[in-house]
């Protein structure tokens, strides 16, 4: 009955704390609505808003007043796993109701559209071109916000014995203070910053208020949904891709090394090994595409350096924007960008993929094991590197969780590929389409569109989902309820 009695109180518990995600949610729902200010013609989509908002803030409330409950204990990361997988789940079934229902959408495909926001990827089934202004904003809005991650969201505005047991589940395991919550609110704060900094910056550059918000929101949350489409490419403009750089950049950030170079500490900035990491890829990258493909393609010398820098900045911060078509790219500069893709953003970033820290560690790993032979026997090899504002030193279990993390991430792509090729792609298109699904990307040569097969449209939309998650969050999260139940039943 003990046993029983405990997971009844932990579990009212994390029922208590999804509650007041999804009823922030809810409050969230009802931003596009401002949109009706500047375009009254979208005042036809009021209800198909509200409905949906009202109805998932007052489920959320409901189950953060009635299953509220004191914890002797904060909530654990296997605990934190669970509130994130369910939230994260009847977040974007109801973000996908008003998408639907505005464009007359199959749900399937408005569940991926949902997915595709909230993942901050980017790939997309509706036609911007016919799709609303409150629509677009919305899509804008999904990004905005799922870059922050929920949990962040949630534990910015509630006190409670969070711990830090939602924000590792959530992929952000740093703090930037060791307080969880000021931390959270620490976050928002530079997010916030970035987002209104390009808002401003993209004006300067030449383009109109809702491009300008709708871009920017996209940017920084390296989620890449565009009003336009051909992206960034519509405007063909120095000016808007030099704004879309840094803020790329910026969203690849890790929130810890984003603090650091703001307090001012490039030692330590310098000393990380992302930045470390970028600082080679990045230039090798630009290279790679320029003298084997840009060159070739474009005439003019300036557009095929512009193309090479913004298209390796946009696959490796999981952005997604574009300023060409990859159709006659070449399959070497394909293959770039691919691997770009795969490796991915900063941990504890906006950014998805592998994560450059975890291809920094495996490096660093390889370096060891060579170097381990020739050292004597009985010596004690201490491995540091630098990770945020602190050294720290690896040690066997994280090096397995890195392992494991990259076999179930490969694997799992390899998975998808040999689905899109069964549904009729080409390897090279399944590849790259892939890639940029699990990566949480948005690139596309144009598999994904509202007219794809339904396999490769669960297929992608499944992928965006576990690469926002990573894995290992969602797996755990599912065999803990299964034991939780089982040991429930055996109680009763």
């Not at 375009?39 to 509220?68: C, D, K, N, S």
């Not at 916030?192 to 940017?219: C, E, K, P, Q, T």
């Not at 960034?232 to 840094?246: F, K, N, Q, R």
């Not at 560690?361 to 390889?366: F, R, V």
Request: aromatic letters at 12%; a positive charge; glycine letters at 8%.
């Amino acid at each position: 009955m003990r046993e029983k009695e405990f997971l009844r109180q932990r579990y009212c518990a994390i029922l208590s704390y999804t509650g007041a995600i999804l009823s922030l949610s809810g409050v969230l729902m009802f931003s596009p609505l401002l949109a009706i200010l500047a375009y009254p013609q979208e005042v036809r989509h009021l209800w198909t808003f509200v409905i949906p908002a009202f109805t998932l803030g007052i489920l959320g409330l409901f189950l953060w007043r009635f299953f509220r409950a004191s914890l002797s204990s904060p909530l654990t990361t296997q605990e934190g796993g669970v509130i994130v997988l369910i939230s994260w789940i009847v977040v974007i079934l109801f973000s996908a109701w008003p998408i639907a229902e505005a464009l007359n959408m199959d749900f399937s495909r408005a569940i991926f559209e949902s997915v595709s926001g909230w993942t901050t990827t980017g790939l997309s089934v509706v036609d911007v071109i016919t799709a609303g202004p409150i629509i677009l904003l919305w899509r804008s809005t999904m990004q905005l916000a799922g870059g922050a991650g929920l949990a962040i969201i949630m534990m910015s505005a509630i006190v409670g014995p969070t711990g830090v047991g939602i924000s590792s589940a959530e992929g952000r395991s740093d703090q930037l203070v060791p307080q969880v919550r000021q931390s959270a609110r620490l976050v928002l704060i530079i997010y916030a910053g970035y987002a209104l900094a390009g808002i401003v910056a993209y004006r300067l550059a030449g383009m109109d208020l809702f491009d300008a918000v709708n871009h920017s929101f996209a940017a920084v949350s390296t989620g890449g949904f565009s009003t336009r489409a051909e992206s960034i490419g519509y405007w063909d403009s120095v000016a808007v891709e030099a704004v879309t750089l840094p803020l790329m950049l910026l969203g690849n950030l890790s929130f810890v090394t984003a603090w650091v170079l703001l307090q001012g500490n490039l030692r330590s900035f310098f000393r990380n090994g992302e930045v470390r990491l970028m600082a080679v890829m990045i230039p090798l990258s630009i290279a790679a595409l320029f003298l084997f493909n840009c060159s070739r393609l474009y005439l003019l010398m300036g557009k095929a350096l512009r193309v090479a820098v913004f298209e390796t900045v946009t696959a490796l911060t999981t952005t997604g924007f574009s300023t060409v078509s990859y159709e006659k790219w070449d399959p070497l500069a394909v293959l770039v960008l691919i691997m770009l893709m795969l490796i991915g953003g900063g941990t504890c970033s906006t950014a998805g993929g592998i994560k450059q820290f975890r291809i920094y560690m495996l490096w660093k790993l390889m370096v060891w094991e060579f170097r381990r032979p020739f050292l004597p026997r009985t010596a004690v090899m201490i491995r540091p590197v630098w990770e945020g504002n602190r050294q720290v030193f690896v040690e066997d279990a994280r090096a397995r969780q890195i392992t494991v993390f990259v076999f179930l991430y490969l694997t799992t792509f390899l998975a998808g590929v040999m689905i899109l090729c069964a549904c009729g792609y080409s390897l090279r298109d399944s590849l790259f389409e892939f890639a940029s699904a699990i990566g949480t990307v948005g690139l596309s040569t144009g598999v994904t569109s509202a007219t794809m097969h339904d396999a490769a449209l669960w297929a992608e939309t499944i992928a965006m989902f576990l690469g926002r998650l990573e894995f290992i969050v969602i797996i755990v999260s599912i065999l803990k309820m299964g034991r939780d139940t089982r040991r429930l039943l055996k109680a009763a």
